[in-house]
């Protein structure tokens, strides 16, 4: 190497760069090593020593005050060339210096406060590549046809992407190939670094070729600069493509603030006692000497805001490219391995696979794995590669292990080549108060958070599981979508609930927003619920968020949210309004009961409700045309289930009085009317002869047809069986049918199609079934004197016929009426049930004489 500071230029993510860093680390012994990272970190470095902190990982710089969610993560994983060097110094005592740009300015000058994909000022240990001009965000390595979209969204000049010029340099067209072939492969073609040879020999081997690798991706990257990015004031090289702004100036400020930071430690240490571990881009810079007054300069008049910094859990999935956080890499269960593996990476790969599928049920064999191996190698050798890479081994696993299926190949992408790996922080590792206060929570409560969806089953009759619903409840409140409710499995009574569990790394971004709200998870959500009280703008929003404080056990918060509650209440006369927030605080009393809660108040809100949509609903339905007619069907079935979960006799009687002058109006639609004798009818408050005369009258010729049709939707939207076990009600619906004059069939055709599709696929083949055979109505098909599955009467005969076999499979059967009391012996030469043996002295049941009834048993059955 050149003379001065060791400058290691990497490529973030990468298992051969982190060999090679360890490797030229072991070599030098440097007295200082320095970092590409934000000098904030520093007093928390000294935990990526500890044996708790277990990687991926990653730095949290969050702005403090008001806007917590302007923030920027630095992951590291066990492979990343920033974590072996840290750990390698924490280890001997070697001091450790971040020297990025400080977060304080990054954080200010970021270009998205919301958080949801905002990332360092530029390129950090967050990113894979090496770190073109002006990149940064979660998307690092901006290929020529993406640069137009990060120019188009970020405002910036097109980027070059120096693995892209190397490679087409090189003669390969896949950037990632050729990158994997000269670096990341390199050590594992015949196991570790410098296996084959002991001791001192294996040592300076790996320093050697380290050291070597380090000074040419030097010589290459100076090279790329001086042709795309040339220095201020200078000419680009002739034939250089055209790049807009031939530097970014954030990367200019980067560049200056580590050069600062660099000649301070030279000074301090020597420039030979220095190490510098940063992205390959910025080496050139580095190396560069330029005054110190310009790089001040350079830096003078950042804007700056208050930083935060901690160390969060990280993923493996985060890491992958596709995810809003990601550090774009594809692949960081398969660099993990490459880096972890001792000897035979390819072999130890598929025999990781091996047992995934395995586990999962999947006849794999020791022959499968050989086989796998064998062919990933002869790819490898056809394709010119020193080693079996990823494209090698997948297309073996899936020729091999998966056979031609790409189903279980996605199970092994997402569990080993992506996987679900999530990182651990030592617990006294600093942290906002709300997280620490999280942490305490789902630690006292057994509540661990994994990177992989499960499924968590709560019984809320027991204490722990009713305090796990109460956490996850509180989180989604404060917008910690830790947990997302789905439908109970295995039963539908309020005492249960499932949840689908998943920590996502982005979360403690909320976390650090939510502490605004407060220092604990309780008073956060309380604090967080009365905003949304007083900022709700409609009455279902206050009725809804009053039900997730009850199921979040939120009792302070309550008062304030009834009093919006009822001031809301009282000055809105929109029936469509109070019937919409019926519901939700109809299950919020009903709910308050299962849980323990105090809702004497809210039952006593969802009575006043419940009356005045009783007095209003009829007027608010008369007039309304079909959209209205379709949205108010909506709320009386709400409304409809929210008064029987009441309960209250006075209140009941009433909503049925109401729901029968429904049915009466001629000003209401038909959809409504409909719908109304339904509700009635499924309810027992109205007698099937009465349903079929209120269906008579409304399917009777002089009913307008479209009018009817929406009679008709209304009354079978609850579905379709009723049609199947009444046959008056269906003789009604197919005579009225077949009166359509043709010309008015088709303009109700579509109303009739949308009211039958809903419909499950047996009970329109059952409906259908019932017509074709006939239901004695003008004009429609004569039913058949014996219709096969549909006779009038049973055949007893045949029927009887079954006893034997019945016999055999239940056991005794209570015998029919004047059949021979069982024991008796049987008469010489009688016949024995088919199936049965008979040995002397044995006693069997003969078969019962014909009758003209059946078997009670074989009828029962058959009916």
Known sequence: MTAGPLLMGVRHHGPGSARAVLAALRATEPAVLLVEGPPEADPVLHLAGDARMRPPVALLAHAGGDEPGRAAFWPLAAFSPEWVALRWAVERGVPVRFIDLPAAHSLAMSDDPAGESATPAGPGPEEPGLEEPGQEGPRP????????????????????????????????????????????????????????????????????????????????????????????????????????????????????????????????????????????????????????????????????????????PWTHRRLSRHSGYGAGIESPGWYGHLFTAADRPVTRWMTKVAALLREEDLPVSSAHVIEA??????????????????????????????????????????????????????????????????????????????????????????????????????????????????????????????????????????????????????????????????????????????????????????????????????????????????????????????????????????????????????????????????AMRGDLDAAHQAVGLLDTEGLSARWRAMLGSLTRRDRVPGLLRGRATRLLLDAGDLPEQDAARVMGLALSPAAPPQEAASWVEGFLSGGGM???????????????????????FTDVLPLLRRTFSVFEAGVRRTVGELVRRGTGVRGGPPAPAAATGFDAALDAARADAVLPTLRLLLGRLPEPPGAPTRGATSPPGAATSPGTHTSPGTRTPPLPPPSSEPHPITAGALR
């Open 722 to 744: 009723l049609l199947v076990h009444d046959e008056r009600l269906l003789s009604l619906v197919d005579t009225w049918l077949a009166d359509i004059p043709q010309d008015v």
């Open 141 to 312: 390595e901006a290929s020529e046809q993406e640069a137009p979209r990060q120019e188009a969204t970020r405002g910036r000049a097109v980027r070059i992407d120096p693995l892209a010029v190397l490679a087409e340099t090189a003669g390969h067209d896949d950037p990632e190939r050729w990158w994997e072939d000269v670096v990341e492969h390199r050590g594992t073609t015949d196991g570790p670094v410098g296996e084959g040879a002991t001791g001192a020999a294996a040592g300076t081997a790996a320093a050697a070729g380290a050291l070597g690798a380090f000074r040419a991706l030097e010589e290459a990257m100076t090279a790329l600069r001086q042709v795309h990015s040339p220095a201020p004031g200078a000419a680009a090289a002739p034939g250089a493509p055209e790049t807009g702004d031939s530097r970014d100036h954030r990367d200019d400020v980067r560049e200056a603030h580590m050069r600062l930071r660099l000649r301070e430690a030279v000074r301090e240490f020597g420039a030979d006692r220095v190490a510098v571990v940063c992205g390959a881009w910025h080496v050139p810079a580095l190396r560069e000497r330029r005054a110190v007054t310009a790089d001040r300069q350079l830096l003078k008049g950042l804007p700056k805001v208050r930083a935060e910094i901690s160390w969060v």
């Open 373 to 630: 191996v064998r062919l990933a190698e002869a790819l490898a050798a056809m394709r010119g590669r020193p080693l079996a890479g990823l494209s090698e081994t997948s297309d073996a696993v899936r020729a091999v292990l998966c056979e031609g299926s790409d189903v279980p190949y996605e199970l092994i992408r997402d569990r080993l080549i992506v996987g679900d790996v999530l990182g651990e922080v030592p617990p006294d590792a600093p942290a906002v108060p709300l997280q620490r206060d999280l942490d305490r929570l789902h630690r006292s409560l057994r509540l661990k958070p994994e990177a992989h969806e499960r499924t968590l089953e709560l019984d809320l009759r027991n204490s722990t599981d009713a305090a796990r619903s109460r956490l996850l409840h509180r989180l989604r409140l404060l917008g910690v979508e830790w947990g997302e409710p789905v439908r109970a499995r295995g039963g539908t009574g309020t005492f249960r609930e499932s949840w689908s569990l998943r920590w996502q790394p982005e979360l403690s971004v909320r976390i650090a927003e939510a502490g605004v709200w407060g220092t604990t998870v309780e008073g956060a959500a309380t604090a967080r619920a009365e905003a949304l009280a007083t900022e709700a703008g409609a009455l279902a929003d206050v009725t809804a968020l009053a039900e997730r404080c009850l199921l979040a056990g939120l009792g302070d918060a309550l008062p304030v949210v009834m009093r919006v509650l009822a001031d809301r209440a009282a000055l809105d006369a929109d029936v469509g309004h109070l019937a919409q927030a019926l519901p939700a605080l109809v299950r919020s009393a009903r709910y308050g009961d299962v849980r323990g809660t105090d809702a004497v108040a809210l039952r006593e809100v969802a009575e006043g409700l419940a009356e005045r949509v009783c007095v209003g609903l009829p007027p608010a339905c008369a007039g309304l045309d079909a959209d209205g007619a379709a």
